[in-house]
């Protein structure tokens, strides 16, 4: 992706954080962007869906238009549902969902086989969790405190599990009540992560 493309999508990413009008956005954003973090530089992952700069920026939005067109399947099916998934709290969660990401890839240039089977360099990233290894769902809600964004529980919750089992140690039973009972509290939660593999699955495969 070329920079005048992420330049677009970044200002989209926070016309759409900006839109929810919650303390903090601007001390967030300048947080993403400070060096040590590069969310809107990063791609979204190494070897799967989106490798490329501006991969993570442009996932994180993905996931947001699905999510936002699930919310109103989702209200359409259940009004009573409207309050408890507030288009802002859809926006926060969704665009802040992998944050998580930010700091851990570091370009390098790699040697692969072209079609001919010729050795080339290309540019590719390595994988360095050193910075603050967290976890995933986790890391993501503690990068949205230290941000300064004026958070609810739902939306960390939502962020925390978007994982789902994914995301639970194995025979942690204390973690597995913890994901069931995020879920039956918030419907945020399946929302969210309804969203993060649609958006994964379908619209970037
Ligand atoms: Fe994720
Ligand atoms: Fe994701």
Known sequence: MDLSEIKLLRQEFETLLRSTGREGVDDLIDYLDDGKNRFFNAPASVNHHLNTDGGLLQHSLNVCHAA?????????????????????????????????????YKPVRKRRKDANGLLVEVDSYDIDYSNFP????????????????????????????????????????????????????????????????????????
Request: with cysteine; net charge negative.
């Open 68 to 104: 936002l067109k699930l919310r109103e399947l989702a209200i359409a099916e259940r009004p009573d549902l409207e309050d408890a998934l507030s288009r802002d709290s859809v926006i926060i969660a969704s665009l802040l969902h992998d944050i998580c990401k930010a700091d851990i």
């Open 134 to 205: 967290m976890g995933h769902g986790e890391k993501s809600a503690m990068m949205v405190l230290w941000g300064g964004l004026d958070i609810t529980q739902e939306e960390l919750l939502a962020i925390r599990w978007h994982m789902t089992a994914w995301d639970l140690p194995y025979q942690s039973l204390e973690l597995t009540r913890s994901l069931n009972t995020a879920r039956d509290m918030h419907p945020l939660c399946s929302l969210i992560q309804l969203a993060d593999n649609f958006a994964a699955n379908i619209m970037e495969a």
